[in-house]
C-alpha cells in the first residue's frame, strides 16, 4: 500500500539519514520532542496494534519495529507505555529472524534495529537467543552491549531500570545495582 511505504519511509529515513548514531541512544530532551512532535500519533498507532498490516515486508516492517521498540522508549522516556510496544516488536523482530530478513539486510545498523526487541526483552531464553545474532549481524560493541543485557537478566530476571516506570518494588539488590556506574541503559 503506497500510504504505509510512504509513512514507513518517512519513519526509515528520519531514523537511518536524518539522525546520527549518538543520537539514538542518548538521552536528549530536544531529540525526544523531534520525535514526540513528528511520530507520537503513528506511534500510538503502532502500540494500539493498528498497523499491522505492515508487517508484510522488510523495509515496511523495519519501520513497525522502530515505532514499536525505538521510538516509544523516548517519546514517553521513564514511563510504563515506553515498553508497551515490546511484546509486538518483540514477535516481528523473531518473525524477521525467522522468514531471513535480517540475512539479507545489508545494512549493520538496521540490523541492530532488526534485533534491538531481542536485547529489551525480559526473557532470559530471548536473551540467550540473541546474543550469537547480535555476534554475527552487529558489531562487537553492540554485542557485548547485548551480552551486558542478558547478563543483567540472568542477575535479576528484569531490568531494574524500569521498576520505578512500570510500578514494580526493587529488591535491595536492585537498588544497590542501580547505583554502579552503567546499571541504566
Given at each position: 500500500?503506497?500510504?504505509?511505504?510512504?509513512?514507513?519511509?518517512?519513519?526509515?529515513?528520519?531514523?537511518?539519514v536524518?539522525?546520527?548514531p549518538?543520537?539514538?541512544?542518548?538521552?536528549?530532551?530536544?531529540?525526544?520532542?523531534?520525535?514526540?512532535?513528528?511520530?507520537?500519533a503513528?506511534?500510538r498507532?503502532?502500540?494500539?496494534?493498528?498497523?499491522?498490516?505492515?508487517?508484510?515486508?522488510?523495509?515496511?516492517a523495519?519501520?513497525?519495529?522502530?515505532?514499536?521498540?525505538?521510538?516509544?522508549?523516548?517519546?514517553?522516556?521513564?514511563?510504563?507505555i515506553?515498553?508497551?510496544g515490546?511484546?509486538?516488536?518483540?514477535?516481528?523482530s523473531l518473525?524477521?529472524?525467522?522468514?531471513?530478513?535480517?540475512?539479507?539486510?545489508?545494512?549493520?545498523?538496521?540490523?541492530?534495529?532488526?534485533?534491538?526487541?531481542?536485547?529489551?526483552?525480559?526473557d532470559?531464553?530471548?536473551?540467550?537467543?540473541?546474543?550469537?545474532?547480535?555476534?554475527?549481524?552487529?558489531?562487537?560493541?553492540t554485542?557485548?552491549?547485548?551480552?551486558?543485557?542478558?547478563?543483567?537478566?540472568?542477575?535479576?530476571?528484569?531490568?531494574?531500570?524500569?521498576?520505578?516506570?512500570?510500578?514494580?518494588?526493587?529488591?535491595?539488590?536492585?537498588?544497590?545495582?542501580?547505583?554502579?556506574?552503567?546499571?541504566?541503559?
Amino acid at each position: 500500500m503506497p500510504g504505509q511505504r510512504d509513512q514507513a519511509s518517512e519513519v526509515l529515513e528520519f531514523w537511518f539519514v536524518e539522525t546520527r548514531p549518538h543520537q539514538w541512544f542518548a538521552k536528549d530532551r530536544a531529540f525526544d520532542q523531534l520525535l514526540l512532535q513528528r511520530f507520537v500519533a503513528l506511534t500510538r498507532r503502532a502500540i494500539a496494534g493498528e498497523l499491522g498490516a505492515w508487517d508484510a515486508e522488510p523495509t515496511v516492517a523495519l519501520a513497525l519495529v522502530l515505532l514499536l521498540d525505538q521510538f516509544p522508549r523516548q517519546i514517553w522516556r521513564d514511563s510504563a507505555i515506553a515498553f508497551a510496544g515490546d511484546p509486538q516488536a518483540l514477535r516481528l523482530s523473531l518473525r524477521a529472524v525467522e522468514l531471513g530478513w535480517l540475512e539479507t539486510e545489508p545494512e549493520q545498523a538496521r540490523r541492530q534495529f532488526w534485533l534491538m526487541p531481542l536485547m529489551h526483552s525480559e526473557d532470559l531464553a530471548v536473551q540467550e537467543a540473541a546474543l550469537p545474532l547480535f555476534e554475527r549481524f552487529s558489531d562487537p560493541r553492540t554485542a557485548d552491549f547485548a551480552c551486558r543485557h542478558r547478563d543483567v537478566i540472568a542477575r535479576f530476571g528484569r531490568f531494574p531500570h524500569r521498576n520505578a516506570a512500570l510500578g514494580r518494588v526493587s529488591s535491595a539488590a536492585e537498588l544497590a545495582f542501580l547505583q554502579t556506574a552503567g546499571s541504566r541503559f
